[in-house]
């Protein structure tokens, strides 16, 4: 079975600080793949990024940063210089093959609270 | 472009009753998906569908009905609503082109109150 972790239920920064999310998974599958998405307050889910089980470059966008660790089943996300307009549900997702169709699990998210 | 929708956007029902929410998307995905969030559950998947006519369970479907006679359209039923049915219910849809990393695009949401 696939199981993806968010153990940081909550967390509160202050506007500018750097905040890592982290993300853990399960799988057997050598297959996968790996998503973040935002939910903002307004209720949206916001597709962020996602990346393969044979890419282990970590990622750069602007203020965002992917750590991808396949030794440690790990796919951390980082906010830099964090602002007010990052406060929201951040959830990780794992999508592997299932019987020629595809299901994926998402965690429970992580409530990320920026204060100004 | 309106991509995703759902409706209605706010549901108040009561327990017993028939509720059916409704889903459309305009980008001819194959996929689409149904899930509920709920405090300290996260996202899980009630049913998704891989094509029209073509549809199976995800982790929570008990209570739940699905069907998909066309590409555009995946409704919701709950045939009989409970009050642990009250959540917030998500519709997402993604392309597939055989690769199993495609990306969701999800609804506005649900809002559903059984009393």
């Known amino acids: 079975a696939q199981k993806v972790t968010q153990a940081q239920t909550e967390i509160s920064v202050v506007e500018k600080e750097d905040v890592t999310l982290d993300c853990v998974y399960e799988t057997r599958d050598t297959t996968y793949y790996l998503f973040w998405y935002k939910q903002p307050p307004s209720g949206e889910l916001v597709f962020l990024i996602r990346?393969?089980?044979?890419?282990?470059q970590n990622e750069i966008s602007g203020r965002y940063s992917w750590n991808f660790q396949k030794s440690t089943s790990s796919f951390n996300f980082t906010i830099t210089a964090s602002q007010v307009v990052d406060s929201a549900v951040y959830f990780c997702a794992l999508s592997r093959e299932s019987g020629g169709s595809y299901i994926p699990t998402f965690g429970r998210g992580t409530s990320l609270i920026v204060h100004p | 472009d309106a991509g995703i929708t759902q409706s209605p956007r706010y549901k108040i029902t009561e327990t017993g009753r028939q509720v059916t929410l409704m889903c459309h998307q305009t980008w001819s995905h194959s996929y689409m998906f149904w899930y509920r969030q709920d405090l300290g559950h996260g996202l899980r998947l009630i049913y998704y569908s891989a094509a029209a006519d073509i549809t199976d369970k995800g982790e929570v479907p008990d209570g739940y009905v699905v069907s998909r006679s066309k590409t555009e359209n995946f409704p919701l039923t709950l045939e009989s609503a409970t009050r642990s049915q009250t959540s917030v219910y998500f519709c997402?849809?993604?392309?597939?082109?055989?690769?199993?990393?495609?990306?969701?695009?999800f609804g506005p949401g649900t809002r559903l109150l059984v009393l």
């Open positions: 997402a849809s993604s392309e597939s082109r055989g690769d199993i990393g495609e990306t969701q695009y």
């Open positions: 990346r393969n089980s044979f890419d282990e």
